[in-house]
């Protein structure tokens, strides 16, 4: 996707130096080299692997290149000490390196201050200290003449890079400044009139969209997602006529895009999603002939979709979700022939899915969650065309429809199904058992009941399941407790990390578990709010990569099985609103993960765990179990074998301790009914 964030630039000069350092055999190290390096990793920890100070020749230490053009001494030309697990400072010796060309310290845990002086190296052409923890201003005097590479990324800075940059490194050409807290620093790189790549993003800086960089004649890529850029684009962004990349997304822009895209003929990727955009597409927008990628969500932009793909006959990924567009589904995307991903989720478009969608050879994710779409069983039939279709989303649509049993339905290809909140009346399809390769499949918030067939147990890369909110009943199949990929682990979902949005919902409406991206789903199995009956398997146990089980309110009964404490990678655990008895294992205190349990409004007794995660859940947790003993007080009593009575011993069946002691267990009985709720219940109410 996109520009590789290492410019060619980079690689050249690294490929020069390979070349530099061939001349000769390891000559002697310069002194002055040898003393710099032991002064800057006295500030570091722990000793970096490679340098061994016994020797005099620094040339030969671990990242270190130097210029072998001298027969007599080597000078350090490169020191490359990425992703070595440093800790501590730079070191103001460093500058002691005068001939300094490379330096890479980037994925380390360097802090504090940089030097000064590291901003004054004449002959230094890279600098990569990304990644890190590095801090304060940066220098207001730089003097870098040589410097074409400069990546500080991802650190602590809070102040924007000096105007003299530009001045004094007029060759710069790839400049990453991303994801540091500038604020609201100008922009002086109007004279960095060779700068290919700049990344600004994620900084927080504020105005209006930085009109210097319409100079940058030569500019390719563009960043300037995650600010608080606002006001309208302007008409100068079409100056930037060598553009492939322009990210603009998450800022606070405002008004129409600007009709300029014509003038950008080599622009491939555009996103400016998350503003306030408003407005029709652009005609210039809807017709380039260069754009692979654009990403329009999150908008307010209205009309009809009418995209070209006679003219955009390139573009393979459009997303247009979450904006006001209005009519039909456009049957004349079906010619655009080599899109792969469609996102028009979350628009006022209506109708049905197009017949002609069945030419999208290419379409390997689709999402129409949410735009008003009917007649689901015409929309399957056309869809299972896609043969390269790997994840649909088509919730939030066909109220009330009845889920087709067509068996003749073919998604071979498909990863995710997500059909959430739409009503729909029948069973569990059988044709869903022809999706092998399925690993997320979401058919929760609908009206479909029966039994669970158990070949829903026999997906060899499912990893999430949500069938919550239905009506199926009967008992959970036990062969979902033989899930492969949440036994092994076989696969994850690694082919698209696509903004599909996933909102589950309490009684009450608001929101509880929002997934923004697809990527992050944890392993789970959700059959809450449903009418299933009998045993919670002892073999649940096995699945060992399972991260939320959650069998709320169903009718389940029997005991909790000890093998629970199996799974674990287990994070949420609720089986509350059952009619589960028996005591609560002690072996789930070892569940080290488990961060939400709930087993309120069972039938359960005995003493609560209070070791491990149990001493952190609230006592809602277990409200609604009358026979349950509460935390944090003496166990519960226990059947006691009688003392024995010798013959020719009087036993007292009465005295004034035993009066007391009964009065005193007397009051904390009825203490402990109110407080606990078996009295007067308090808390939530099941739906059951």
Same mark, same amino acid.
């Given at each position: ?12 000069? !690294? ?8 001349? @000769? ?69 460093? !500058? ?33 200290? /990304? ?41 710069? &050409? ?46 390719? *890529? ?26 603009? @997304? ?20 555009? /996103? ?15 017709? @380039? ?27 393979? %990924? ?128 609908? %009206? ?123 994070? !949420? ?15 789930? *205190?070892?569940? /080290? ?6 087993? /309120? ?8 765990? %209070? ?25 519960? &009593? ?31 009985? !009825? ?18």
């Amino acid at each position: 996707m996109g520009i590789p964030k290492v410019s060619l630039a980079f690689v050249m000069v !690294v490929i020069m130096f390979q070349q530099m350092i061939q001349g @000769s055999q390891e000559p002697a190290c310069y002194m002055n080299d040898l003393t710099a390096l032991k002064g800057f990793a006295k500030c570091l920890e722990p000793d970096i692997g490679g340098w061994n100070w016994s020797s005099s020749n620094c040339c030969s230490f671990t990242g270190i290149t130097c210029d072998n053009s001298s027969d007599i001494y080597g000078r350090v030309v490169g020191l490359e000490l990425g992703n070595k697990r440093l800790t501590g400072t730079i070191c103001e010796s460093l !500058v002691g390196l005068k001939q300094l060309r490379i330096l890479n310290l980037s994925l380390n845990s360097l802090h504090g201050k940089i030097p000064a002086n590291l901003f004054h190296f004449r002959n230094l052409e890279v600098l990569d200290l /990304s990644n890190n923890y590095l801090v304060g201003p940066l220098p207001s005097a730089i003097h870098l003449p040589s410097i074409k590479y400069l990546d500080l990324s991802k650190n602590y800075f809070s102040s924007f890079i000096s105007m003299r940059l530009c001045t004094s490194s007029s060759h710069i &050409q790839y400049l990453d400044l991303a994801h540091n807290f500038f604020g609201e620093g100008l922009i002086y790189l109007e004279n960095c009139t060779s700068l290919q790549y700049v990344f600004l993003n994620g900084n927080g800086l504020s105005g209006t969209f930085p009109e210097n960089l319409f100079r940058l004649q030569h500019l390719r *890529v563009l960043h300037l997602q995650q600010n608080q850029f606002s006001g309208p684009l302007s008409y100068g962004i079409g100056n930037l006529s060598n553009l492939v990349e322009l990210d603009i @997304s998450l800022n606070d822009f405002s008004g129409s895009l600007p009709d300029v895209f014509g003038r950008l003929r080599k622009l491939e990727s555009f /996103s400016a999603s998350s503003n306030r955009l408003t407005g029709l597409l652009p005609a210039s927008l809807v017709n @380039s002939a260069s754009l692979l990628r654009i990403d329009l969500h999150n908008n307010s932009l209205d009309g009809p979709i009418r995209i070209n793909c006679s003219a955009m006959a390139r573009v393979t %990924s459009l997303d247009l979700a979450s904006n006001n567009f209005q009519g039909p589904v456009p049957a004349s995307l079906s010619s655009c022939q080599s899109l792969r991903a469609l996102d028009l989720a979350r628009n006022k478009l209506g109708g049905v899915v197009p017949f002609k969608f069945r030419n999208l050879h290419a379409l390997e994710i689709l999402t129409l969650g949410n735009t008003s779409i009917n007649n689901i069983s015409t929309a399957l039939e056309i869809l299972q065309h896609c043969k390269n279709l790997t994840i649909l989303d088509l919730g939030l649509n066909f109220y009330l429809e009845e889920m087709p049993s067509n068996v003749n339905l073919q998604f071979t290809s498909l990863t995710a199904l997500i059909i959430p909140f739409c009503h729909l009346r029948g069973s569990l399809p059988i044709w869903l058992s022809s999706s092998k390769m399925l690993q997320l499949l979401d058919l929760s918030w609908n %009206s479909l009941g029966g039994s669970l067939p158990s070949w829903i147990g026999k997906f060899e890369y499912l990893f999430y399941l949500d069938l919550s909110n239905n009506s199926f009943s009967g008992e959970i199949p036990e062969s979902l407790t033989g899930l492969e990929n949440l036994v092994h682990k076989t696969a994850l979902l690694k082919e698209s990390c696509e903004h599909i949005y996933l909102v589950k919902r309490k009684e009450q409406g608001r929101p509880r578990l929002v997934y923004d991206n697809i990527c992050t789903f944890p392993p789970t199995i959700d059959l809450s709010h449903n009418k299933f009956t009998g045993p919670i398997w002892p073999s649940f146990g096995n699945l060992k990569n399972l991260h939320v089980l959650n069998l709320e309110e169903n009718n389940l009964s029997g005991s909790i099985p000890d093998s629970i404490s199996g799974m674990t990678s287990l994070e !949420v655990l609720d089986l509350s609103c059952n009619n589960l008895s028996g005591e609560i294992p002690y072996s789930l *205190v070892h569940l /080290s993960f488990l961060s939400v349990f709930n087993v /309120s409004y069972n039938r359960l007794y005995g003493d609560t765990p %209070s070791g491990g995660q149990f001493m952190t859940f609230p006592d809602s947790s277990f409200d609604g179990n009358q026979a349950l003993c509460p935390r944090l007080v003496a166990p519960c &009593q226990r059947k006691q074998i009688p003392p024995v009575v010798f013959p020719g011993k009087k036993m007292k069946i009465m005295d004034w301790n035993f009066g007391i002691g009964a009065a005193i267990g007397f009051l904390l009985t !009825v203490f402990f009914c109110f407080k606990s709720g078996w009295v007067i219940p308090k808390g939530r109410v099941c739906r059951c």
